[in-house]
């Protein structure tokens, strides 16, 4: 077990946004304020931690033909722990999500790190896994929503600071308002993809 190795591939090498490609529709989706960034991410590294160190300890004795139908047992029921969480403890944080909380069930960062490694690695290797990958896929997220209010909206920190305004940077008459619109999140994520793509290419050469 390599700490460093899975540091750095979730946060760069195989960070599951940028370069694995990975929870598209969430991450453009909610990725408009602050408070939801956040929240998402948070809940993401739960769920996949969780998950991660359940499959990894009964990998032994589930049948491989069954193995896709056992990870969705298992993330449907830690999604569903921390859904009722959310609902009971932060009720703002979960209206605001939305269905993309009970969607966390099928998003392919968890399902696809489940086969591709906690599956076939130990319980401690697959907890490291789960904890880098989701704070890989919680900064890019956060990068997203920083960028997309401050520039769409000319505030920071939305949902959750200024009464959940946000502190207003930048006057509302100056912002790109498209920049909040579901086509400023294709434009933003395409642009941190090609930059996180040049500097992947670069530290190659």
């Known amino acids: 077990m390599n700490l460093k190795k899975q540091f750095m591939?979730?946060?760069?090498?195989?960070n599951p946004v940028l370069?694995?490609?990975?929870?598209?529709?969430?991450?453009?989706?909610?990725?408009?304020?602050f408070f939801n960034g956040l929240g998402m991410g948070l809940a993401v590294t739960v769920i996949l931690t969780l998950s991660n160190i359940i499959i990894s300890a009964i990998r032994k004795i589930v049948p491989d033909k069954i193995r896709i139908a056992m990870f969705i047992v298992v993330i449907a029921g830690f999604v569903t722990m921390v859904d009722l969480f959310l609902q009971a403890f932060v009720p703002a944080?979960?209206?605001?999500?939305?269905?993309?909380i009970p969607l966390i069930v099928v998003n392919c960062i968890i399902l696809g790190r489940?086969?591709?490694?906690s599956y076939k690695n130990g319980v401690v290797a697959s907890f490291f896994d789960g904890v880098f990958q989701g704070i890989g896929y919680t900064l890019v997220l956060l990068a997203m929503c920083i960028i997309r209010e401050l520039l769409g909206a000319g505030t920071f920190g939305g949902g959750l600071l200024a009464g959940g305004k946000g502190i207003?940077?930048?006057?509302?008459?100056?912002?790109?308002?498209?920049?909040?619109l579901p086509v400023g999140g294709f434009l933003v994520l395409g642009c941190l993809i090609a930059a996180m793509q040049?500097?992947?290419s670069k530290s190659k050469k």
């Open 9 to 14: 591939d979730g946060l760069l090498y195989q």
């Open 19 to 33: 370069v694995q490609v990975l929870g598209m529709c969430s991450t453009m989706a909610i990725t408009t304020s």
């Open 93 to 100: 944080l979960a209206e605001s999500l939305g269905v993309f």
């Open 114 to 117: 489940a086969e591709a490694f």
């Open 168 to 180: 207003q940077i930048i006057p509302s008459q100056f912002p790109a308002g498209m920049l909040t």
């Open 198 to 200: 040049w500097a992947l």
